[in-house]
């Protein structure tokens, strides 16, 4: 494992870089009747306090799975899980089932996907805060109240005392999924993951609850790992990014360096299929051909080869026999793929070079289909 | 909240009175004539004639309603002639309100007789309903909980043994192999628990337990299937990465959800209840509601038959407005509605 944050940075910054989760090799199995379902096999990554690093990926590529492992949500069902999660120096996989009880919730804290299903319909939302704070608390239920309504009030819900005796079916959508952030951070966890937390919401509150998020991972200090399949999402506010594939990581690095110069085919792809406002209209979305692999029957070598458009460059099938080692690309950027990674650069300024901007809107008359188009403006 | 209760008791009241016209209707409009029982084997057809005038019988039915009506509020004497009471005052039965009717067959108010048999039918259904409620919700609880191992298989297939034999089959087994054969429970029998309450107790453990097997494994399969579909929630997970303990997330999280519609279901039942368990009644001999509408209906006792009926829906109707409130108050989401 080469990649490793602190490697170019400011060693007068070193200290407050200081990995407070450090996730090494884990693997998530789930034996089931189809044969061993491979959800995470082998992710490493570092966490400094106050970052955030978002992890990208289809579905079913093991994100979700992940982070469930952090939390230890895995400890009651049949997965096995090896490996190491570095929380503060405590390995969580190690640790007393009392022990990662205490830190749910308190230390370490989630926010889910959809409000209204991971609400618990028949209690307040101040019952439900409270109860997540004396669970680590004992305090009286008066204090606790005042604590749910603070924590309200700075999620910005207007009428904080009012709604908190309401129940989750009479909020928003938003205010929801601000409700359940407020639940998850009223033990001012120092560790927060968002799964897919604006997945469920409509753009513009989508900005809302991200714009919350950053402020008050700045008030409270708390790393933050989101989950997302949202790349927009991943670029507003994470400062490190993985990219997750067959459940391992492909690519890993800041968010700059992935987006301007990715380095591996499958973040290639991730970015060309997004719809941009700058491409003509009558241009059809360019997916990745192919479907996400079924993760008890992984392709064999490199999990993404089958729908990699470039596997004519590794010489011999070394795609299809060797699984490819995670290996750093560029300084504090690494890549799993077998594609040195000079030719990797090539390949990606030529392929890039041909989605830019279009310096001149083509004639209307002569492309017949742009008559349907023709309130689009340059 | 309050309106809520207001509309469902306004119309739980409505649908009685549907109900007191239908029954009424469909019973004295109905091809029996309720006056041939009046006079036993040599009946001639003036004495019924006669009979039918006295039972007022021969009036319209929208006037025998009305006067059933009134007679639930003031009194009514039977037979209903004025002239007929003052000249043979020792012929005439006086019934006090409510008044639900004579039957000339047992020559009793029909409120005597409910009155004298409801308390066996309460002491049999209650007690057997207590029962299966606490064994069929807790056993299913436990399936669900060990879903997939031993305990779980074990008691789903004991509870779908019970659920397939008929109510008269297993009463007649517990009958005869728990009580007079192995003598693991004392005889039935039925003393008042003014009287004798430690000899109430035991006379009624065999029916209790006979009619309780019977529900307790139709619960145990509810319960059990709800319990596993709430199990599925997202809103457990939120509560164990609150850090929230296993038990907590199954009493306080868990239960509450998946126990709502069984109460749905153990409130019907429980109105049920009131119109007795005949067969249960039947096999041990106990003198209930059950029993009565058995032996009515097959002598065709027509003023006993109403209000058994009227009765039992009374209850019904209740049991269910009891159940619309409390579903309100543990769901809040409903209250809107």
């Known amino acids: ?378 | 909240m309050l309106y809520y209760i207001i509309r469902r008791i306004i119309a739980a009241i409505l649908m009685l009175v549907v109900i007191s016209i239908v029954t009424f209707g469909i019973f004295y409009a109905g091809p029996t004539d309720p006056a041939r029982l009046t006079c036993g084997k040599n009946c001639t057809p003036s004495s019924i004639a006669a009979n039918r005038h006295a039972l007022g019988l021969d009036k319209p039915v929208t006037v025998q309603y009305a006067n059933f009506v009134k007679g639930l509020v003031s009194a009514r004497t039977f037979p209903d002639d004025p002239v007929f009471a003052k000249n043979n005052p020792d012929k005439v039965t006086h019934c006090p309100a409510p008044c639900l009717g004579y039957s000339p067959l047992e020559t009793k108010l029909v409120t005597d007789i409910v009155a004298d048999r409801l308390p066996v039918t309460l002491s049999i259904s209650l007690g057997a309903f207590v029962i299966w409620i606490v064994l069929g919700v807790g056993l299913g609880i436990i399936a669900a909980l060990k879903r997939g191992h031993w305990q779980d298989r074990g008691i789903v297939a004991i509870s779908l043994v019970f659920y397939s034999f008929p109510a008269f089959f297993i009463a007649l087994l517990m009958y005869n192999y728990l009580s007079t054969q192995w003598q693991l429970l004392p005889p039935p029998n039925y003393v008042s628990i003014f009287q004798d309450p430690a000899g109430w107790f035991q006379g009624l453990l065999l029916p209790w337990f006979s009619l309780a097997a019977l529900f307790a494994a139709g619960y145990v399969r509810l319960t059990r299937a709800y319990m596993l579909e709430t199990m599925g929630e997202d809103y457990l997970r939120t509560a164990r990465a609150k850090g929230l303990g296993e038990r907590t997330v199954i009493f306080k999280h868990t239960l509450r959800a998946a126990l709502t519609p069984i109460v749905t279901v153990a409130g019907l039942d429980f109105g049920g209840l009131f119109a007795g368990a005949a067969i249960t009644e039947t096999v041990f001999n106990f003198q209930g509601l059950g029993r009565a509408v058995v032996t009515s209906v097959s002598v065709f006792d027509l003023p006993v038959i109403v209000a058994l009926v009227l009765v039992a829906a009374f209850f019904i109707v209740m049991a269910n407005l009891v159940v619309d409130v409390l579903y309100g108050v543990i769901d809040p989401r409903v209250r809107l509605a």
């Open chain 1, 1 to 378: 494992m080469s990649s490793d944050p602190l490697s170019g940075s400011d060693t007068l910054v070193a200290d407050s870089r200081e990995p407070f989760l450090e996730v090494k090799d884990l693997h998530v199995h789930f034996p089931t009747d189809d044969g061993l379902v491979k959800a995470v096999d082998g992710l490493d990554f570092t966490l400094a306090r106050g970052q955030t690093i978002g992890i990208v990926g289809e579905s079913g590529s093991g994100k979700s799975v992940a982070s469930l492992a952090i939390l230890g949500l895995h400890r009651r069902s049949k997965a096995r899980l090896s490996g190491q999660i570095l929380l503060d120096g405590e390995d969580l996989l190690a640790v007393s089932d009392q022990r990662i009880r205490s830190l749910r919730g308190n230390q370490m804290a989630m926010v889910f996907q959809d409000p209204l299903s991971a609400l618990h319909p028949y209690y307040t939302i101040g019952n439900q805060i409270v109860e997540a704070y004396r669970i680590h608390n004992s305090v009286s239920k008066d204090v606790a109240r005042k604590r749910a309504i603070e924590m309200l009030d700075r999620v910005g819900i207007p009428n904080p005392d009012r709604r908190v005796d309401q129940y989750p079916h009479e909020f928003s959508g938003g205010m929801r999924q601000r409700a359940m952030i407020a639940m998850a951070l009223v033990n001012d966890p120092k560790l927060l993951i968002a799964d897919e937390p604006t997945t469920a919401l409509d753009v513009t509150i989508q900005a809302q609850i991200l714009d919350l998020m950053k402020d008050l991972q700045k008030e409270f200090g708390s790393a933050i790992i989101i989950i997302t399949h949202d790349l927009g999402v991943v670029a507003n506010v994470a400062d490190d990014i993985i990219v997750m594939y067959g459940g391992k990581c492909v690519e890993k690095g800041s968010v700059d360096e992935v987006f301007y110069a990715p380095q591996h085919p499958y973040t290639w792809g991730l970015l060309a299929s997004m719809p941009r406002l700058d491409k003509v209209r009558s241009d059809r979305l360019d997916p990745i051909p192919g479907n996400p692999p079924s993760l008890i029957n992984l392709p064999s070598g490199c999990a993404f080869n089958p729908r990699c458009a470039h596997r004519s460059e590794v010489e011999g099938d070394r795609c299809r026999t060797e699984v490819p080692d995670l290996l750093e690309a560029r300084p504090g950027q690494s890549a799993r793929c077998h594609i040195d990674a000079a030719r990797r650069a090539d390949i990606y300024a030529q392929i890039s070079g041909q989605e830019q901007i279009p310096v001149q809107i083509p004639d209307l008359v002569q492309d017949p289909v742009q008559d349907q188009t023709s309130d689009q403006k340059p």
